[in-house]
């Protein structure tokens, strides 16, 4: 069976590129070998979609000092232990239970594609999207 190699279409007259089964213009058949019914046009089956949402635990989180409001980044290592600002050497406990401690973000690494993502608190249980590689996270406490 010879394929349509390209060319004008013979009931249009509109040039058509090669290996095309109908002209795009007026969808007359462009290979003489063809039939209408010797074309077969496959069952559309529907892809199963998969929930490939991930978890995501924070490594860190960042907070506001509470003695000069500087945004400081601390690993939750350090939770349950008293740090001191790089800013203004204030001391505190970090305690994320404590409402006074103003948590603005998490930090952790995409489960997808490993790159370190900031989250705000407020997506905190709710799927997300990576900005690197647009995989589907959720951030868990």
Same mark, same amino acid.
């Given at each position: 069976?010879?394929e349509w190699l390209g060319g004008p279409c013979p009931a249009c /007259?509109?040039?058509? !590129?090669?290996?095309?089964?109908?002209?795009?213009?007026?969808?007359? %058949? $462009?290979?003489? =070998? %063809?039939?209408?019914?010797? @074309?077969? @046009? &496959? @069952?559309?089956? &529907?892809?199963?979609?998969? =929930?490939? *949402?991930?978890?995501?635990? &924070?490594? /860190?989180?960042? $907070?506001?000092? &509470?003695?000069?409001?500087?945004? %400081?980044? @601390?690993?939750? *290592?350090?939770?349950?232990?008293?740090? /001191?600002?790089?800013?203004?050497?204030g001391r505190f406990l970090i305690d994320l239970t404590n409402p006074? $401690? %103003?948590?603005?973000?998490?930090?952790?690494?995409? !489960?997808?594609? =490993?790159k370190e993502l900031r989250i705000s608190k407020k997506y905190t /249980?709710?799927?997300?999207?990576? *900005?690197?590689?647009?995989?589907?996270? *959720?951030?868990?406490?």
């Open positions: 069976m010879s /007259g509109e040039d058509m !590129p090669a290996r095309l089964v109908h002209c795009r213009s007026c969808r007359a %058949l $462009l290979n003489t =070998d %063809l039939e209408e019914d010797s @074309i077969e @046009i &496959p @069952i559309f089956v &529907p892809m199963q979609e998969l =929930d490939c *949402k991930a978890e995501m635990t &924070p490594r /860190g989180v960042f $907070l506001e000092c &509470p003695h000069c409001k500087e945004e %400081l980044r @601390i690993n939750l *290592k350090y939770a349950g232990e008293m740090v /001191g600002c790089k800013h203004c050497d006074t $401690l %103003l948590v603005k973000a998490c930090y952790g690494d995409c !489960p997808h594609c =490993d /249980g709710i799927e997300v999207a990576c *900005k690197f590689c647009g995989g589907k996270l *959720k951030m868990v406490t």
